[in-house]
C-alpha cells in the first residue's frame, strides 16, 4: 500500500525524464529517456544504448532500474519519454514486459506512465498490477500473491 512517505509518478518525474532525453539527444532527433522515484524522494534518470546489432541495445529504463538496485533502494515509480520528430509532443511510453519483470522485483504497487490522451498532459498512472493483472510470477507463490523480492532475487 502506499504510504505518505512513497514518491508517486507526478509531473516532476516526466520532467527529470525530458530532461534527460534532451541533454542527451538533440531536440531534431529522435530520443528517449526514463526516470524513477525512489522511497526516499531520489530521481534517478537513465537512457537506452543504441548500437548497430539491436540485441544488445537496452530500454530507457534500464540503467535507472540497475542503478536503484546497486543502491539497494526500492523504485515506487517510473516513466519512460519518448520523442519522434513526427509528432508534436513527447510521448509518454508504459514499460515493456521485460521492464514490467525489472520493476517487478518492487511490488506490484510500483506505479508507471502510461499514454492516456483523455488527460491534458497525454499520460495517466497505472500501479504493475493494473498493467499487468495475470502476472505470471504469482503462480509460484503458495497463496497467489505477487511474489516477493526474495522470491524474484532467487
Known amino acids: 500500500m ?8 507526478d509531473q516532476t ?3 527529470a525524464a525530458v530532461a534527460q532525453m534532451d541533454r542527451r539527444w538533440p531536440a531534431d532527433e529522435p530520443g528517449g529517456a526514463a526516470a524513477v522515484y525512489l522511497e526516499d524522494g531520489q530521481i534517478l534518470t537513465s537512457v537506452g544504448l543504441d548500437n548497430l546489432n539491436g540485441g544488445v541495445s537496452l530500454c530507457h529504463e534500464t540503467g535507472a ?34 521492464c514490467q519483470e525489472r520493476l517487478a522485483l ?8 502510461v ?14 498490477r493494473d498493467v499487468n493483472p495475470f502476472y505470471w510470477g504469482s503462480q509460484f507463490t503458495e497463496d497467489g500473491a505477487w511474489p516477493s523480492p526474495e522470491v524474484h532475487s532467487s
Not at 121 to 127: D, F, K
Open 115 to 128: 499514454p492516456d490522451d483523455s488527460t491534458v498532459t497525454g499520460w495517466g498512472v497505472r500501479t504493475l
Open 2 to 9: 502506499w504510504h505518505d512517505a512513497c514518491m508517486q509518478l
Open 13 to 15: 518525474l516526466v520532467d
Open 65 to 98: 532500474i540497475c542503478q536503484a538496485y546497486t543502491l539497494n533502494k526500492k523504485i515506487t515509480a517510473s516513466v519512460c519519454v519518448y520523442r519522434a520528430s513526427e509528432r508534436d509532443r513527447v510521448l509518454v511510453l508504459p514499460p515493456c514486459g521485460i
Open 106 to 113: 518492487w511490488g506490484p504497487d510500483v506505479q508507471v506512465g
